[in-house]
C-alpha cells in the first residue's frame, strides 16, 4: 500500500508542490500566407502537462496565454510579430513550483514547434 503525505503527488510522492514539464504535441496554424495575415488571430497548442501558469512563448516573447485545459492552450498572435515571411519558434513555458524539495525538478519548457509564414 502506497502512503501519500500532503501535499504529495502522483508524479513523486516526495515532490508536493513541483510541476511537471509541458510537452508541446502540436500547432495550429502550422503554416500562413505573410501577404494574407490578418490583424490578429489565434494560434491553438496542443499538447499536456499544462497548468494554470503555463504561457506560450512566440519567436521569444511571452503571451497572454489562455489555458483552456492540461492539454490545450491558446494565444492571439498579431501581425506587428510577424514582420515577413519565415520560420517563428513556438514553446509553452510553465515556471518552476514553489518546491523546496531537493532533487524535485519543477516546470520548464517544452520542445519547440514552428509556425511557417510563406
Do not use: W, Y
Amino acid at each position: 500500500m502506497l502512503l501519500l503525505l500532503p501535499g504529495c503527488n502522483a508524479l513523486n510522492p516526495l515532490c508536493g508542490s513541483a510541476r511537471p514539464r509541458p510537452r508541446l504535441d502540436s500547432i495550429s496554424p502550422t503554416t500562413m500566407v505573410f501577404s494574407q495575415l490578418p490583424p490578429s488571430f489565434v494560434l491553438t497548442l496542443t499538447g499536456s502537462d499544462f497548468v494554470s501558469s503555463s504561457v506560450v512563448v512566440f519567436n521569444g516573447a511571452t503571451l497572454a496565454t489562455s489555458v483552456i485545459s492540461h492539454t490545450q492552450l491558446t494565444a492571439n498572435i498579431t501581425s506587428s510579430m510577424i514582420s515577413g515571411p519565415g520560420s517563428f519558434k513556438v514553446e509553452v513555458q510553465t515556471p518552476a513550483g514553489n518546491t523546496g524539495d531537493l532533487g524535485c525538478t519543477s516546470g520548464g519548457t517544452s520542445s519547440a514547434q514552428i509556425l511557417t509564414v510563406n
